[in-house]
């Protein structure tokens, strides 16, 4: 039963840090446009669905790395926030790195662009973090056996 609860919790913990990284993808790439002080206020709207858009390419993209991750964590009680964040920096580097056309032949990337890699692998550091604070400080927690309550205080004696 613990399983079945533990992986609820996954999940939610894995869609909002999926909303965490997607706000910061789409508010890093738009940000040249937030800054020009002619453009005058920006539709709400407009950002609405672009956040959205931008959830849903994250939590797409990410999902197999994340698992992977989640997986190892979960087997191995590991429950640091440093391996959190790394594993989300890798997660968003592969995420970015899916996208670009790689060439076998000299074994490198076309056309990579690096604010875009860093803006992807900061994002998957925040989504990591953000995902260790719901559910990756607990990990494994769900193998340990419960604890045995306390007996009751003994009785008062009673006068005969």
Same mark, same amino acid.
């Given at each position: 039963m613990?399983l079945?609860?533990?992986?609820?919790?996954?999940?939610?913990?894995?869609?909002?840090?999926?909303?965490?990284a997607?706000?910061?993808?789409?508010?890093?790439v738009?940000?040249p446009?937030?800054?020009?002080?002619?453009?005058?206020?920006?539709?709400?709207?407009?950002?609405?669905?672009?956040?959205?858009?931008?959830f849903?390419?994250?939590?797409?993209?990410?999902?197999?790395p994340a698992?992977?991750?989640?997986?190892?964590?979960?087997?191995?009680?590991? +429950?640091?926030?440093?391996?959190?964040?790394?594993?989300?920096?890798?997660v968003?580097?592969?995420?970015?790195?899916?996208?670009?056309?790689?060439?076998?032949?000299?074994?490198?990337?076309?056309?990579?662009?690096?604010?875009?890699?860093?803006i992807?692998?900061g994002?998957?550091?925040?989504?990591?973090?953000?995902?260790?604070?719901?559910?990756? +400080?607990?990990a494994?927690?769900w +193998?340990?056996?419960?604890?045995?309550?306390?007996?009751?205080?003994?009785?008062?004696?009673q006068?005969l």
């Amino acid at each position: 039963m613990a399983l079945i609860g533990r992986l609820f919790v996954i999940c939610f913990a894995f869609l909002f840090a999926c909303l965490v990284a997607g706000m910061i993808v789409v508010g890093a790439v738009l940000y040249p446009e937030f800054s020009d002080l002619g453009t005058g206020p920006i539709d709400q709207s407009a950002i609405n669905v672009v956040l959205g858009f931008g959830f849903i390419f994250i939590s797409g993209f990410a999902l197999l790395p994340a698992l992977i991750v989640v997986l190892i964590t979960e087997a191995f009680y590991v +429950r640091g926030v440093l391996t959190y964040a790394v594993g989300g920096a890798i997660v968003g580097a592969a995420c970015y790195l899916g996208l670009i056309p790689f060439d076998p032949e000299t074994l490198h990337f076309d056309g990579i662009v690096r604010r875009h890699l860093e803006i992807m692998t900061g994002a998957g550091i925040v989504s990591g973090l953000v995902y260790w604070m719901i559910a990756g +400080r607990t990990a494994g927690a769900w +193998r340990e056996p419960p604890r045995p309550s306390r007996p009751p205080p003994p009785l008062p004696s009673q006068p005969l």
